[in-house]
């Protein structure tokens, strides 16, 4: 369920709210003032840059490498305990 924020005009405080988007929320559940609330544009969240310049490529050889390291450790821990 989608997430807004809102302030009232009464008293100023915000809060966030979920609820769908064809509801509309006028009254402030803080100090019970009735069609104070004012909806508060969204920020976005972005993906940080030095996640972007990898290329998919990359990303997944790179885990390829960490996979076959971890597998070489098990073995050789299965090894020792043998």
Known sequence: MPRYRYR???CGKI??????SAEKVTDCEKCDTVDTM?????????TPKTTLQKKTG??????????REELKQQKRSLKENA
């Open 8 to 10: 009232c005009s009464a």
């Open 58 to 67: 990359q990303v997944t050889e790179e885990f390829i490498t960490d996979a």
């Open 38 to 46: 004012v909806k508060l544009l969204s920020r976005f969240t972005t």
């Open 15 to 20: 809060q966030t709210l979920q609820h769908l």
